[in-house]
Every structure is written in C-alpha cells, then in structure tokens.
C-alpha cells in the first residue's frame, strides 16, 4: 500500500508543472564545496572554472575565497554519506552543493527518487548542523533527450523547496542554450557529460545563482571564443533571472 501510494505521488509530480523555487538566492559565499560526479570534476572540475570567474570579477579578495569539490565516478547521493562527514569537518563552508547521479532524482524510478531525497534530508541536516548552506546542482539533460530536462527540474525542485534549500536551474541553462544555438555542442561525444562549452555554462549558472551578479563581461572565458563564452554568460544570467523570478541582487 505504501509503494502504491508512493509510486501514485511520484507519477503525479512528474505531470505536475514546475513550482516556483522558494529560495531564490543565498548570501555570497566564500568557501563553497561541491558533492557530486563526473558531472562535476569533467573538464578539470566546474569548482575551478566558478573559481576563476569569482576571482576575476574580484581579484582583491581572492585569497579570501576557497572551492573545493569531492567526486566519486558515477555515484549516487547517498554513497558520499562516507565522505562528507569528513569534507564537512575540513574547514567552515559557507555553501555545499549536492549532485545527484545523472537520472537519480528523476520519479520515473520511484525508489531511485525516493533514495535521492532521503539522502538529501539526511545530508542537508548534516550541512545545516556545521553552519554551511545546502545548494542543489539541477543537472541537465542527455544530448539528444531533451524529454529529461523537465523530469530532473521538478525533482530537485521538489527537495529543494521541502528542505528551502536553494536549487541553481543548470538543467535549465542548457535547455535554453539548445534551443537558442543548437549548433553550440554541450556534450562531450559520449552525450551525456558536459564538452568545455557545457562546464563553463553551468559555472557561469553557479556564479549567476550564488552570487546575484551576471557573468556577463566577465574576462574569463575558460579559453572559449570570445562570442561563445559572451553568448553562454548571457544565456546563464536570463535562466537565473527568469527561473528565481528576477529576484537577484
């Protein structure tokens, strides 16, 4: 009976429209560590790249800054339960940001989802107990599976609000870029982890969401063709602004 009804609510939020996020925006941080997969550490690591537009857009302060990410191959959420204890006591954070496995939150898979969100409690009352602030990395959708972009908003949107938590609409960012330049390739050639393009727009997400501010002008471009890394800044600062609603900084 509990499955039914479990496997009933999930169906539901999967035909249900997207809700609006309840947290729109954290205050700037300065230590901020990453929880996730390849996803993440693919092209030298998006902690990098955010670094690199945070310094460049305030280089007086940048030892004041830390980015740090722990990255396990094609994990799950809860198999960093083991590390995390660990990262958390490393140093203060002001910000962690948990990513799921590449369908994981999805409610297509009603006890994959279900796992996703029991680590999530468990994880951000970990986070929250250590003075650190849970951020969710919505991720994106397969090359050539666009149908996967809604499924995986609405499941981290879904924790996300439960916990108000923060969610950053990545996901989102790559949809938009797609269908404004589908010539612009994201992926890397096995479809599904991100091509250097893909990295610096969700760094650029990143920078949008945790920071309040556009990435547009910022200098660095992860060595990208000036017009393209202008193009994905831009695409980055719409989705953020139009996702929370315009209300950043």
């Avoid at 938009?176 to 390739?185: T, Y």
Wanted: one cysteine or more.
């Amino acid at each position: 009976m509990i499955r039914a009804l479990l496997a009933l609510a999930l169906a539901f939020a999967a035909t249900a429209p997207l809700a609006a996020p309840r947290v729109t925006h954290v205050d700037p941080p300065h230590h901020v560590l990453f929880i996730g997969n390849s996803f993440s550490y693919y092209n030298d690591s998006l902690h990098g790249h955010l670094r690199h537009l945070v310094l460049a857009a305030d280089p007086e302060h940048a030892k004041e800054y830390v980015f740090r990410s722990s990255t396990i191959s094609g994990a799950y959420l809860m198999e960093h339960a083991g590390d995390l204890p660990y990262e958390l006591q490393s140093r203060h954070w002001d910000v962690v940001v948990l990513q799921g496995q590449s369908r994981e939150p999805m409610a297509k898979d009603a006890a994959k989802a279900e796992r996703f969100r029991q680590a999530a409690r468990g994880f951000d009352g970990l986070i929250r107990a250590s003075g650190a602030k849970t951020v969710f990395f919505m991720t994106w959708a397969y090359q050539g599976k666009p149908a996967m972009t809604e499924p995986l908003a609405k499941g981290y949107e879904a924790v996300a609000n439960e916990l108000d938590d923060l969610v950053v609409p990545v996901g989102l960012a790559f949809q938009r870029s797609l269908e404004e330049r589908p010539a612009l390739v994201l992926h890397f050639k096995d479809h599904m982890h991100p091509s250097l393009a893909g990295t610096y727009l969700a760094a650029c997400t990143f920078y949008a969401a945790l920071y309040g501010k556009s990435p547009e002008g910022n200098p660095y471009t992860a060595d990208l063709d000036p017009d393209t890394a202008r193009f994905l800044q831009a695409v980055a600062w719409r989705t953020v602004r139009g996702y929370y609603g315009e209300a950043v900084r």
